[in-house]
C-alpha cells in the first residue's frame, strides 16, 4: 500500500540546520509531486514545500524561501527538505505528502515528524 515516512526531525538551536527524509513505498515515486506541509500547535497546516515529479519545479513558501531546500532521489524513493538558518517559529510537526502535481491536492500523507528549534 502507499506509504510515506517521515525522519529527520529533532531539537535544534535556533540558527542550525536539519534534514527531513521522506520514504516513499508502494508507488512510483517519479509519477509524483511530493508536498511538505507543517503545523505549529494552534495554528492551521502550512504548505511548506512542493517539488514536481520531474525535480524541475519547486515551489516554498515565503516563510522558508532562501532558508529551506527540497530535492528528490527517485533512484531511493526518498525527499528531501533541508532546513538552513533555522528559526523559533519553525517549530511544528513536518508532514510529507503524495500529489499529482504541486497544484494539486495530497491523496496520501506521512505520519510527521516533530521539529523543535529552541535553544
Known amino acids: 500500500q502507499v506509504q510515506l515516512v517521515e525522519s529527520g526531525g529533532g531539537l535544534v538551536q535556533p540558527g542550525k540546520s536539519l534534514k527531513l527524509s521522506c520514504a516513499a513505498s508502494?508507488?512510483?515515486?517519479?509519477?509524483?509531486?511530493i508536498k511538505w506541509f507543517r503545523q505549529a500547535p494552534g495554528k492551521e497546516r502550512e504548505g511548506v514545500s512542493c517539488i514536481s515529479s520531474s525535480g524541475i519545479t519547486f515551489y516554498y513558501a515565503n516563510s522558508v524561501k532562501g532558508r529551506f531546500t527540497i530535492s528528490r532521489e527517485n533512484g531511493n524513493n526518498t525527499v528531501y527538505l533541508q532546513m538552513n538558518s533555522l528559526k523559533p517559529e519553525d517549530t511544528a510537526v513536518y508532514y510529507c505528502?503524495?500529489?499529482?502535481?504541486?497544484?494539486?491536492?495530497?491523496?496520501?500523507w506521512g505520519q510527521g515528524t516533530q521539529v523543535t528549534v529552541s535553544s
Open positions: 508502494g508507488f512510483t515515486l517519479n509519477y509524483y509531486a
Open positions: 505528502a503524495r500529489s499529482s502535481r504541486c497544484s494539486g491536492a495530497p491523496d496520501s
